[in-house]
């Protein structure tokens, strides 16, 4: 049974002062539970005061980014070794916007999921389309591409599908207000998983696919309801700890229903 989980993605927000007010204002009882996994993607310079903050609530501490080696001179980067120092569990690896903006390609993707796992991060991986490849009809070309990229050589044990999750993000659909619809993100969720087996049932039935881009507390539910969808990858929404909480609430809500 893989375990349903909302991600939060801050991107390049937050002062200290804001992520306190965060935690002040985040509902004891939603910080409590252990159904729903609740992840925090935080920017570099609030990881290690979120680390403390969260220390006595079921909320995982995550990463945005990270480079691969252990240390080195690499000005401005932040190693897997100083993440897990600072209390991190998981990483974002292969977000669009580090696509985007950042030039990464699949190359160094792959080394920073190698590195990851080596140090016992669990990267959430993100795959997804553009608009334009996605009107050129080449959605199942890019994904595999972007997977296999990522994953190749690996060594694709049953284990990697709990020492990592997926997750599908249409760019289209990010910080637009215009999600995918549900059917359409659980039919690319499926051909993800259908994609995994070729590695691996045991660790395609393990890993979770998340699915991101506009995601809200109104629909998420939207997404989670998808048998192939495990949880969701949101920006925008988790910035506020009442829009975060709802999130969590509408998947707990939705397991109970
Ligand atoms: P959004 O961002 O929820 O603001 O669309 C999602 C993401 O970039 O992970």
Request: proline share 3%; hydrophobic share 45%.
């Amino acid at each position: 049974m893989r375990r349903k989980m909302v991600v939060a993605n801050w991107k390049m927000y937050k002062t200290l002062a804001e992520v306190e007010d965060f935690t002040r204002h985040f509902p004891g009882e939603i910080a409590a539970q252990r159904t729903v996994e609740m992840v925090i993607c935080a920017p570099f310079t609030a990881l290690a005061r979120l680390a403390v903050l969260l220390e006595k609530t079921a909320l995982q501490l995550g990463a945005q980014n990270m480079y691969w080696p252990d240390e080195g001179a690499f000005t401005g980067e932040i190693s897997p070794v100083m993440l897990r120092d600072a209390g991190v569990k998981y990483v974002l690896i292969g977000h669009s916007e580090r696509r985007r903006y950042f030039g990464e390609e699949e190359t160094l993707i792959h080394k920073k999921v190698a590195a990851a796992l080596e140090h016992d991060l669990i990267p959430i991986l993100c795959v997804g389309e553009n608009e334009e490849q996605r009107s050129a009809g080449k959605t199942e070309k890019v994904i595999q591409e972007q997977l296999w990229g990522a994953l190749e050589g690996l060594g694709l044990k049953n284990e990697l599908g709990e020492r990592m999750v997926l997750a599908y993000e249409p760019v289209w659909a990010i910080g637009t207000g215009t999600p995918a619809r549900g059917e359409d993100a659980g039919a690319v969720a499926g051909l993800i998983r259908s994609l995994l087996r070729e590695k691996g049932s045991g660790m395609a039935e393990r890993m979770r696919i998340l699915y991101g881009g506009s995601v809200q507390p109104e629909n998420i539910t939207d997404f989670t309801a998808q048998k192939e969808i495990d949880g969701a990858l949101v920006g925008g929404s988790s910035l506020k700890a009442k829009s975060f909480a709802a999130l969590v609430e509408a998947v707990l809500n939705e397991r109970g229903a």
